[in-house]
């Protein structure tokens, strides 16, 4: 019942519980502060999606209401996916333009010639880019042309009222003969206040002809389907009012405004058709039914896989668990603690006799080296010599010897015999 009666809806949240098995379907829940609704975008949809979503990811879905029976509840099937972040802005955008162009504010019966102008009013920021890009066009191609400034913000909160405001006054005044709504290029949001839907109805209501150069040629305002003529960039606004191009100019932009709206038109229209056909193909394509039972099999293989991992896992840890207590309680496990702690005490008792040896050996090796420095063979091997007389006393003076006496001097390798030739006494 609800399937039929609801249709297709467009829903903002953000996603949690985001799944995408081997199948390729997606599975996951959008939700918000107050409640969550399941989800399935399956294969042949989110191929489409530029983005992998992510859990915490803000996004505008478009989907089908469907009952799921084996749960016995509602789910989304979701054909479309963008991201709120970036589509929000987008999405106003073309929401505003559908809503205006149904109010005919961009018909072509309502737009008006642009005029030879002798005084143009220029609507911008007084110290912006804009401004000096029109001024020197200005200069160079109707050095004659009289320019008044409307000052206005072109940028914030407050610059959509400033420029409504510039616009009334100038058509209050009535001292110029058209309007050049200007400012140089930004992102989305820096160009948002020309998109304001006062603003569009402002420019309609002028009695001035006004043209809109906004931005570069790639960015385009609801003010540029409004305006009566929509210049690519603000030197080219002030191109087409100020010379000999002004016709060509003007018919030029007319014409492809022309062709833009025509194309868009068409463009909108295929794509309304496209869309009523794909959604009564897919209620009653068989894949819908398929792709439900690829979903049912995609829960049972979830299902199933955590099963088993969780079995699986509390057996093992039951193993574990009894083979810990069985190698505890084996003897072969006593046995090698004692076995290790034998080899622990036969470690210490080694070292204890390795460090007694090193203690007496270095004892030792320092009594030799003491023993050594007083011999009198260490100073032999110094040049020094003993002499010893013929009763083979050491010869220490000269009286314990006389002429004529064998003598023997010892030196380091050996003796040498001597006789006493001379005594001189120092």
């Known amino acids: 019942m609800l399937e039929g009666q609801i249709g297709r809806i467009w829903l903002t949240g953000e996603i949690s519980n985001f799944a995408a098995p081997a199948s390729g379907h997606w599975y996951?829940?959008?939700?918000?502060?107050?409640?969550?609704?399941?989800?399935?975008?399956?294969?042949?949809?989110?191929?489409?999606?530029?983005?992998i979503p992510k859990n915490g990811q803000q996004v505008t879905v478009q989907a089908d209401l469907s009952l799921y029976e084996p749960r016995g509840d509602y789910q989304l099937i979701v054909g479309n996916m963008v991201d709120s972040g970036a589509g929000a802005l987008k999405q106003q955008f073309d929401e505003l333009k559908a809503k205006l162009a149904a109010q005919g504010l961009f018909s072509t019966e309502h737009k008006q010639a642009l005029p030879r102008p002798k005084r143009l009013g220029v609507i911008t920021s007084p110290s912006g880019a804009a401004i000096r890009d029109v001024l020197h066009v200005l200069e160079r191609r109707a050095p004659a042309m009289e320019v008044v400034i409307y000052p206005a913000?072109?940028?914030?909160?407050?610059?959509?009222?400033?420029?409504?405001?510039?616009?009334?006054?100038?058509?209050?005044?009535?001292?110029?003969?058209?309007?050049?709504?200007?400012?140089?290029?930004?992102?989305?949001?820096?160009?948002?206040?020309?998109?304001?839907?006062?603003?569009?109805?402002?420019?309609?209501?002028?009695?001035?002809?006004?043209?809109?150069?906004?931005?570069?040629?790639?960015d385009v305002t609801i003010a540029d389907f409004v305006a009566d003529v929509r210049a690519p960039t603000p030197s080219a606004g002030a191109e087409m009012l100020s010379g000999d191009s002004l016709a060509q100019l003007q018919q030029l932009a007319s014409l492809g405004q022309r062709l833009r709206q025509s194309m868009a038109a068409l463009l909108y229209s295929k794509q309304q058709r496209s869309q009523q056909y794909r959604y009564r193909l897919d209620k009653h394509h068989p894949s819908r039914q398929l792709d439900l039972l690829k979903q049912q099999f995609d829960e049972t293989g979830f299902r199933l896989h955590t099963n088993l991992s969780?079995?699986?896992?509390?057996?093992?840890?039951?193993?574990?668990?009894?083979?810990?207590?069985?190698?505890?309680?084996?003897?072969?496990?006593?046995?090698?603690?004692?076995?290790?702690?034998?080899?622990?005490?036969?470690?210490?008792?080694?070292?204890?006799?390795?460090?007694?040896?090193?203690?007496?050996?270095?004892?030792?090796?320092?009594?030799?080296?003491?023993?050594?420095?007083?011999?009198?063979?260490?100073?032999?091997?110094?040049?020094?010599?003993?002499?010893?007389?013929?009763?083979?006393?050491?010869?220490?003076?000269?009286?314990?010897?006389?002429?004529?006496?064998?003598?023997?001097?010892?030196?380091?390798?050996?003796?040498?015999?001597?006789?006493?030739?001379?005594?001189?006494?120092?």
């Open 153 to 218: 913000q072109v940028q914030g909160e407050l610059a959509a009222k400033q420029l409504i405001h510039a616009i009334e006054r100038a058509n209050q005044r009535n001292e110029v003969d058209a309007l050049l709504l200007t400012r140089g290029g930004g992102s989305l949001e820096d160009l948002w206040c020309f998109n304001d839907e006062q603003l569009a109805h402002a420019i309609f209501n002028s009695a001035l002809p006004v043209v809109s150069a906004v931005g570069h040629e790639v």
């Open 310 to 426: 969780k079995q699986l896992q509390t057996r093992q840890q039951h193993i574990e668990r009894l083979g810990h207590r069985l190698f505890q309680a084996t003897p072969a496990q006593r046995v090698a603690l004692d076995l290790a702690k034998t080899e622990q005490l036969q470690g210490r008792l080694h070292n204890a006799l390795n460090t007694v040896l090193n203690n007496h050996t270095q004892r030792w090796q320092s009594l030799a080296s003491q023993l050594n420095a007083i011999s009198p063979l260490a100073t032999l091997e110094r040049g020094y010599s003993i002499s010893r007389n013929a009763q083979h006393t050491i010869v220490t003076k000269v009286d314990q010897v006389t002429i004529d006496e064998p003598m023997s001097v010892q030196v380091s390798d050996g003796v040498i015999s001597a006789t006493v030739n001379q005594i001189e006494k120092s």
């Open 28 to 51: 996951f829940s959008l939700k918000d502060s107050k409640a969550q609704v399941r989800c399935a975008m399956f294969k042949g949809r989110n191929q489409r999606v530029s983005f």
